[in-house]
């Protein structure tokens, strides 16, 4: 009995595999300059041109000793942030991180971000593989 279970586990994975399945492509990856210890806020497009959804369940680099996926709000007219938890990645759907809404905290940077700077962030997803995007630090429009 004992010795039959691996076989029903990957006749599992294999059922899994029949399904439509998502098919992630992470694009327009980029960061603001920081100064000092300020974090850093990454804003990238995510689509999913799969059949399956998937979920963003968390990032992280090795330029940064923390990424987080943040959201924010606005609470009694005062803008926060908040942890977004997963993000839900429909099929055939797309979704943008702008400044003001959705975006990758990354704290503890291990150097402060200077315009032209690249470096890599890799996102983690419930139904594919991690994948690895490179992040350009732009200069904010009219600065
Ligand atoms: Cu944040």
Known sequence: MIRQLPIFALLLLAS???QGGSDI???NAWARPTIGQAPAA???TIENKGDGADRL???FTDHAAMAMVHQNEVVG???RMRMAGEINLPAHDKIEM??????IMLEGLRAPL???DEFDLVLKFRGSEDQSITVNVLKPEGQ
């Open 114 to 116: 200077r315009t032209g």
């Open 98 to 103: 702008k400044p003001g809404g959705t975006h």
């Open 57 to 59: 369940t968390g990032a």
């Open 16 to 18: 899994c595999g029949q």
């Open 25 to 27: 492509r992470i694009s």
């Open 77 to 79: 007219g005062v803008a």
């Open 42 to 44: 990454v804003y990238l």
